[in-house]
């Protein structure tokens, strides 16, 4: 801990250290739940696997990073992981609430791809601003929310699009589920450039110079 003390009122201002650097847990929990739903809208991971995930990895694990960064005065950071937090928690309670209640039961499939169309619209508006946001971090982390981006994206026009013709014509969210593993990869890589640059104290994987200043 460092002190710095003012003469003129005899009171000591302590300043504690920041904390570690909690962005390699966001990204890892962000990179993890999203591989996991992501491979299900590809049609090749089986569905509900990415729930439990939802709620303590990418939920309750990237809230935690969020309020990390908030104490390392990361304002960014803190913004991204809280909300991505807040989103997987919401998202994983929706589906536990719509297969527990009997929340399906009163709705047509096409009301619960209109939602989620909607639900994935508003995070695509929050992600807009954060994309540009992130020129100013690096390279890496540019390119998590880009692919980010364009995996929602892809998933608000596969939602509408499933929501009006009855579940037909899926590709559109096959493409998303196949973006959000590359948006998981470049969130892995992120994560552990992060791990791996902090533990020897050196660049071992780049993230690349800020693209805007």
Do not use: C
Request: charged share 10%; proline share 3%; no cysteine.
């Amino acid at each position: 801990m460092s002190a710095m003390s003012s003469e003129r009122t005899g009171i000591t201002v302590v300043e504690s250290t920041p904390a570690a650097d909690p962005a390699a847990l966001g990204l890892a929990g962000f990179a993890l739940t999203t591989f996991l739903l992501s491979g299900h809208n590809a049609s090749w991971i089986p569905d509900l696997i990415w729930v439990g995930p939802a709620i303590f990895y990418g939920g309750i694990a990237q809230l935690l990073a969020g309020m990390w960064e908030f104490r390392n005065r990361n304002v960014f950071g803190a913004t991204a992981f809280s909300t991505y937090g807040a989103f997987w928690l919401g998202f994983g309670l929706f589906v536990i609430l719509a297969l527990t209640t009997g929340f399906l039961s009163s709705y047509k499939a096409n009301d619960l791809s209109n939602a989620a169309a909607w639900f994935l619209f508003a995070f695509a508006i929050f992600n807009t601003y954060m994309l540009i946001g992130s020129m100013r971090v690096n390279k890496a982390v540019f390119g998590v929310f880009l692919t980010l981006e364009i995996t929602e994206i892809l998933l608000v026009i596969g939602n509408f699009n499933s929501a009006h013709t009855n579940g037909k014509h899926l590709w559109w969210v096959h493409a998303g589920g196949w973006a959000g593993i590359v948006t998981a990869a470049f969130a892995w890589y992120t994560s552990a450039a992060v791990v791996w640059n902090n533990q020897a104290g050196r660049t071992v994987l780049p993230v690349g110079k800020p693209m805007m200043r």
